[in-house]
C-alpha cells in the first residue's frame, strides 16, 4: 500500500511541476511578446516622427 501511495504521490508531483513549468514559459513567452510590440511600435513612431520632419524641411533629418 505505501508503495502504491508514494507512486501516485510522485505522479502528482510531476504534474504540478509540469502545469508550473508550462506556466512560467506562458509568461515569459508573454513578456518577449509585449516587448517585442513595444520595441516595434517605438519604431514606428520614429520613422513618423522623422517622415515628418522630413516633409517640413528639418535639416536634421535623413
Do not use: C, E, H, S
Not at 30 to 44: N, Q, R, T, Y
Amino acid at each position: 500500500m505505501k508503495q502504491g501511495f508514494t507512486a501516485l504521490a510522485t505522479i502528482v508531483v510531476l504534474v504540478l511541476l509540469a502545469v508550473a513549468a508550462l506556466k512560467l514559459a506562458g509568461a515569459v513567452i508573454g513578456f518577449a511578446i509585449k516587448a517585442a510590440l513595444v520595441v516595434l511600435l517605438i519604431g514606428v513612431g520614429l520613422v513618423a516622427y522623422l517622415a515628418v520632419q522630413k516633409r517640413l524641411g528639418d535639416w536634421r533629418a535623413p
